[in-house]
């Protein structure tokens, strides 16, 4: 099972907004409605920021919103905020043995 | 309050084993699985294995069979690595996710640092 394909780096300006994909196959993906993302600051556990796709975890800001067509899922991060640079990762499920893929990862920098 | 303790950091010698756990609090033992990410240095993550502690189901990522073996007992999980290589250098991250299939992994621990150097 391959990495999920991200972005190395996306960049924007505070109160802008970066969108993030993540391609995988029909395999994971495009299968299913099972993907999360999770933001990772340095030095830092990572935290689960968006999963089944689009829904929120509690305490998780709106402006992190997630969506998905075909084999592609994509993280939007509106009105871009200093915390918000780090590195995110998306995961997806590829069935019963491979329950999670990773994303490449991708940095994020507020200019 | 969702916790995961992890063991300390280690340093190994290519070619010994290791055994590193987690231990959780403030969930409901048949409600959670528990799972190991693994993370190189300056690289990105890579899921490992998971098991359920309520039954020992396990799920052992391909690239990591025959390498590692992952058991529980009650809140702890262990990740035991059977012949360290260089290689394994790394974070190794565990966390935990709802008993449902496809769910996220939810909560994460801090870490453990493995080091393998010859």
């Known amino acids: 099972q391959s990495a999920l394909t991200q972005p190395r780096s996306v960049s924007g300006s505070p109160g802008q907004s970066v969108t993030i994909s993540c391609t995988g196959t029909s395999s994971d993906v495009g299968r299913y409605n099972f993907v999360s993302w999770y933001q990772q600051h340095p030095g830092k556990a990572p935290k689960l920021i968006i999963y089944d796709v689009y829904k929120w975890p509690s305490g998780v800001p709106d402006r992190f919103s997630g969506s998905k067509s075909g084999n592609t899922a994509s993280l939007t991060i509106s009105g871009l905020q200093a915390e918000d640079e780090a590195d995110y990762y998306c995961?997806?499920?590829?069935?019963?043995?491979?329950?999670?893929?990773f994303g490449t990862g991708t940095e994020v920098t507020v200019l | 309050e969702v916790q995961l303790v992890q063991s300390g950091a280690e340093v190994k010698k290519p070619g010994e084993s290791l055994q590193m756990s987690c231990m959780g609090s403030?969930?409901?033992?048949?409600?959670?699985?528990i799972g190991w990410v693994r993370q190189m240095p300056g690289k990105g993550l890579e899921w490992v294995a998971i098991?359920?502690?309520?039954?020992?189901d396990t799920r052992i990522s391909p690239s990591f069979q025959g390498r590692v073996t992952i058991s529980a007992d009650m809140y702890t999980a262990y990740l035991h690595w059977i012949r360290l290589q260089a290689s394994d250098t790394a974070m190794y991250y565990c966390a935990i996710r709802p008993a449902v299939t496809g769910s996220p992994l939810e909560y994460w621990g801090h870490g453990t640092l493995v080091t393998v150097s010859s």
């Open positions: 995961c997806a499920y590829a069935g019963t043995n491979i329950p999670y893929v």
């Open positions: 098991i359920s502690p309520a039954d020992s």
């Open positions: 403030g969930y409901s033992l048949n409600s959670y699985w």
